[in-house]
Nanobody, 125 residues
């Protein structure tokens, strides 16, 4: 079992930056690829970013590429999502997820085994 707890969400203005965190506990954190997904009201959960178990490979959705950065701190068992130049369309509940092996399908919800409870990010215009 892996427990994931997100934090750092909040209300910001368009153009601002925000960093959200995901603290992991339980089974060996370093064995898992990690991802961030988001879900806006009435919409499906969508992929945002992923990082490999080693931290050496990262993937991003086209909508956030160049603005968001995912990183992993092995010593703290924590994954971060740095979000810059935020837009109102980034408003959503952001979820952290852990995968025992997503292969080339890092963007698929069903490739992730454990999920956090989510943190709300609201970007006002």
């Amino acid at each position: 079992q892996v427990q994931l707890v997100e934090s750092g969400g909040g209300l910001v203005q368009a153009g601002d930056s925000l960093r959200i965190s995901c603290a992991a506990s339980g089974r060996t954190f370093n064995n898992y690829g990690m991802g961030w997904f988001r879900q806006a009201p009435g919409k499906e959960r969508q992929f945002v970013a992923a990082i490999s178990w080693s931290g050496g490979s990262t993937k991003y959705a086209d909508s956030v590429k160049g603005r968001f950065t995912i990183s992993k701190d092995h010593a703290k068992n924590t994954v971060y999502l740095q979000m810059n130049s935020l837009k109102p369309e980034d408003t959503a509940v952001y979820y952290c997820a852990a995968s025992g092996g997503y292969g080339n399908a890092w963007y698929l919800v069903n490739k992730y085994d454990y999920w956090g409870q989510g943190t709300q990010v609201t970007v006002s215009s």
